[in-house]
């Protein structure tokens, strides 16, 4: 447990010394991987469908484009809500 909170202790201290310099630990995570890949395919298959005129503007595109995004920007919204707050 010492280990644990050592890392921790060090993750934060980094990040309070230079803002945005653990974001990197996040993006390179396999999952954060494998979900920016998916998330792009969920992007580019809509996008690419109504742009040669395939298929039509529908609800269903439209949340898979969400979740495409959603998706895509999962590393920066585990850095985000990981980070260190200050107090004001």
Excluded at 13 to 36: C, H, K, N
Excluded at 55 to 67: D, E, Q, R, W
Aim: overall charge neutral; aromatic content about 14%; proline content about 7%.
């Amino acid at each position: 447990m010492a280990a644990v909170y050592a890392l921790d202790t060090a993750l934060v201290d980094a990040e309070l010394e230079r803002p945005g310099s653990t974001f990197w630990i996040y993006y390179r995570q396999p999952m954060a991987v494998i979900a920016r890949w998916i998330g792009s395919l969920l992007i580019s298959f809509p996008v690419v469908a109504w742009i040669i005129d395939i298929g039509p503007l529908t609800c269903a595109s439209i949340l898979l484009l969400l979740l495409g995004l959603a998706l895509s920007i999962y590393p920066y919204q585990a850095w985000w809500m990981s980070r260190p707050k200050l107090k004001e």
